[in-house]
């Protein structure tokens, strides 16, 4: 059974749901399953099953040409209890409910209490649950998935990880980051560990710098409020591209189990140099928001006229942070990694910069600096691309770059699995490798703390400006030192 806490929110019928009616679809869902949708709001089953099942806009485009059957048949796996205003009454009663679902539709005590609430409420709902013993694993097993924002600083995060700690094992917390649950992040695996092409070569031997790109077309759309209290470095930094860092970082693993693949990733994590002092912080970390700007003769508004946002916010849209990684592997390999909302395009990738070869064979060639490149597109046209040198017909040795193309979408008919659905699925089954482990959040949160706590204290931090539309402001070339350009996808 799953439980989900907040379940008149947003994410309920704009993400789970989504991912339910697909894994229902391709009857990966055990066949008694059920969901009981907790939140404050008064609802009936039929109410909640019309929100999030039956009328939800979310769904339109999957219902097409459906069944009637079919969706009413999933709808009714929906029940809903209202749990009256600050999540802290009626604890019996939701124990009550689940206990009769559980009776009724013989869920075997197996239960995740999926939690997509503020996280002020994480350790309210976990002491609750452990008080009503839904906490006990004597008869099937209980999960309790977590949604991010994990905290908001170092300090907050270990006082979360501590509140759930008291109340459910580690073995039972899920940490959601469902930047995990793409495909495209889960091959940065097995494109390293899978292939002697890349792995011998994958070090400071031969790797000059790396740079991730993550880029979002759309403003703060109508999360200003929430955004406001966030910026770019918590919102999507400190987590997703923290945890794409960690497995471009990590040394191999013994194996492919969660505990051997995390193990790794904290130890990446925390082998990332964490810049303390101002001047360490002011020439690597560069951050901005965007102005307004007229894009396709449409007025777009700048980030301070945005609804629910301070019009003197100092809260970065855009952060572009340079690191090293202090370890063997990676010893003075610059990583060069930015954020932005309000770019030019919507798109994620990881740029693997190979060095040239040590000697120059071809005077005549016209790679100028465009050496070897791995691309890694997480999204969209997810897949890989490998630039190298060729020669040019005709006389002489010329050398010109081309590439080799995979795109998942050459796959056919094979269906990319969305990263909630992945995610969910794992939850079931009792796999935690996609999610991430408390030591994991706090190594993140270790090397993002100074950051912050610089630009939010230090003495004169500029925050920059840029014209939506662009690709950020022509500061974030400084941190590259004059020694190459990003590379900005659509360029
Ligand atoms: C969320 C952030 O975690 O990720 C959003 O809160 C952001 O601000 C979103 O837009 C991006 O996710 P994706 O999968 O669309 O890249």
């Known amino acids: 059974m799953l439980v989900i806490f907040g379940a008149s929110g947003d994410l309920t019928a704009r993400k789970l749901v989504?991912?339910?009616?697909?894994?229902?679809?391709?009857?990966?869902?055990?066949e008694n399953f059920v969901v009981l949708g907790v939140s404050r709001s008064n609802m009936t089953d039929g109410e909640f099953r019309r929100k999030v099942v039956l009328e939800s806009k979310f769904l339109e485009e999957k219902?097409?040409?459906?069944?009637?059957?079919?969706?009413?048949?999933?709808?009714?796996?929906?029940?809903?209890?209202?749990?009256?205003?600050?999540?802290?009454?009626?604890?019996?009663?939701?124990?009550?409910?689940?206990?009769?679902?559980?009776?009724?539709?013989?869920?075997?005590?197996?239960?995740?209490?999926?939690?997509?609430?503020?996280?002020?409420l994480y350790e309210?709902?976990?002491?609750?649950?452990?008080?009503?013993?839904?906490?006990?694993?004597?008869?099937g097993w209980k999960r309790i998935v977590v949604e991010k924002p994990f905290g908001y600083s170092l300090g907050t995060a270990k006082e979360l990880n501590r509140g759930l700690q008291k109340y459910f094992k580690e073995s039972q917390i899920y940490r959601i980051d469902h930047y995990l649950g793409k495909e495209t992040v889960q091959n940065l695996l097995v494109t390293r560990f899978s292939n002697s092409i890349f792995e011998p070569l994958w070090n400071r031997?031969?790797?000059?710098?790396?740079?991730i790109t993550n880029a979002e077309s759309g403003g703060v759309e109508k999360r200003g409020?929430?955004?406001?209290?966030?910026?770019?470095?918590?919102?999507?930094?400190?987590?997703?591209?923290?945890?794409?860092?960690?497995?471009?970082?990590?040394?191999?693993?013994?194996?492919?189990?969660?505990l051997e693949i995390r193990n790794e990733k904290v130890k990446a994590l925390k082998s990332l140099r964490i810049m303390r002092d101002e001047e360490t912080l002011f020439k690597n970390t560069i951050r901005a928001q965007y102005l307004a700007?007229?894009?396709?003769?449409?007025?777009?508004?700048?980030?301070?006229?945005?609804?629910?946002v301070n019009p003197e916010s100092k809260t970065e849209t855009y952060a572009a942070i340079k690191f090293f990684v202090d370890n063997w592997r990676w010893k003075d390999v610059p990583f060069y990694v930015r954020t932005a909302k309000r770019m030019p395009t919507k798109v994620t990738e990881v740029v693997v910069h190979f060095k040239s070869p040590h000697h120059q064979v071809f005077k005549d060639?016209?790679?100028?600096?465009?050496?070897?490149?791995?691309?890694?597109?997480?999204?969209?046209?997810?897949?890989?691309?490998?630039?190298?040198?060729?020669k040019v017909p005709g006389q002489g040795f010329k050398v010109e770059q081309t590439h080799l193309d995979f795109s998942y979408s050459d796959l056919g008919e094979t269906v990319v699995m969305e990263a909630y659905e992945r995610l969910l699925l794992d939850a079931m089954q009792g796999d935690a490798t996609l999610y991430?482990?408390?030591?994991?959040?706090?190594?993140?949160?270790?090397?993002?703390?100074?950051?912050?706590?610089?630009?939010?204290?230090?003495k004169d931090v500029n925050i920059y400006g840029y014209s939506a539309g662009v690709w950020g402001p022509s500061n974030a070339d400084d941190l590259l030192e004059g020694d190459f350009k990003w590379r900005n996808p659509t360029e």
């Open 63 to 120: 219902k097409k040409g459906e069944s009637l059957d079919f969706i009413n048949s999933l709808a009714e796996k929906f029940f809903y209890e209202d749990l009256g205003a600050d999540y802290n009454l009626e604890y019996s009663k939701l124990a009550t409910r689940i206990s009769d679902l559980n009776n009724k539709y013989r869920t075997d005590h197996n239960y995740i209490f999926y939690l997509s609430t503020p996280p002020s």
């Open 124 to 139: 309210v709902i976990a002491k609750n649950l452990s008080d009503q013993e839904l906490n006990n694993e004597e008869k």
């Open 365 to 390: 060639s016209d790679m100028g600096n465009k050496d070897n490149k791995l691309i890694i597109r997480i999204q969209p046209d997810e897949g890989i691309l490998l630039k190298f040198g060729v």
């Open 205 to 211: 031997n031969y790797i000059s710098h790396i740079e």
């Open 293 to 308: 700007s007229e894009i396709d003769g449409e007025t777009v508004k700048g980030y301070r006229e945005e609804e629910g």
């Open 18 to 30: 989504p991912a339910l009616y697909n894994l229902y679809k391709a009857n990966q869902l055990p």
């Open 436 to 458: 991430a482990r408390a030591d994991e959040v706090e190594a993140a949160w270790d090397f993002v703390d100074p950051i912050l706590d610089y630009w939010e204290n230090g």
């Open 225 to 258: 409020g929430y955004y406001d209290t966030s910026g770019a470095l918590r919102d999507m930094f400190q987590n997703h591209l923290m945890q794409i860092v960690s497995l471009i970082v990590m040394e191999p693993p013994i194996d492919a189990s969660a």
